[in-house]
């Protein structure tokens, strides 16, 4: 069943939005009578039905609520160094479905993108409509945020446990960084930022900030994964562990 989101609290009705009337009426042609998902503001979710409609308008009317718990037990934040061509898009769309609460992307020092200030709101603009669309489709509860900074710098305050995918680690065979950082968080779940280098990788330097701001550094397996790869095993690992095992 088609999901949407809504910022408003809803009650008893709701007042379709544009966005929403257009892709629910004029795309999929819903008529009176039609049932969707709707997740309010406060991530509560309803079965609703279309109760009018006219006008270029439509009203639907709560039927009942639903449970939904399909949000993952701690707040994982993707950070990404920025890489070339769609991946942004792949990573958030993927990470979205995956469970991840938030993306950032930020310019690595081995990055060839490059966002200037305009290009990095629209490319953010567009990144959020990608996570909207990826949260409705995987019926999510919460729609991940979409950010970007400068650097690697301004994510050393992040309040939570900290974790930098190096590949160097990687080739010397680390394997047990993210296992005990994954029991950690079973433990004592609390927010998870994980960051990932460009194609290029994490420099000497951005190494030696992320240890002074206290992240674990650790291997992701003994195979080297894409930039756009890396996120989404992170994300896979972590369901399993805290979800399903």
Partial sequence: MQRYFTNQE?????KLDATTYHHAVVVLRMKVGS????VDAKQTVYLMELSE??????????????????????AISIACGLSKGDKAEWIVQKGTELGASEFIFF???????????KKAKKK???????????????????IPTVRYVENLKELTTF????????????????????VKLTQELKTQAQPLLAVFGPEGGISPAEVTLAKQAGFVLGGLGPRILRA?????????????ALELE
């Fill in 107 to 117: 310019k690595g020092d081995y990055s060839v993108a490059k966002w200037d200030q």
């Fill in 228 to 240: 756009e790869t890396a996120p989404l095993y992170l994300l896979a690992s972590l369901s399993y």
């Fill in 35 to 38: 049932q969707f998902e709707l």
């Fill in 159 to 178: 309040e939570g446990a900290k974790f930098l995918a190096y590949e160097e680690a990687a080739k010397q065979g680390e394997t047990k960084a993210l």
């Fill in 53 to 74: 409609l006219a006008n270029k308008e439509a009203k639907a009317k709560v039927v009942s609520e639903l449970d939904s718990q399909v949000e993952l037990p701690l």
């Fill in 124 to 142: 953010v603009d567009r990144l959020q409509k990608i996570a909207q669309g990826a949260a409705e489709q995987s019926h999510r509860t919460k």
């Fill in 10 to 14: 809803i009650k008893t009705e709701y």
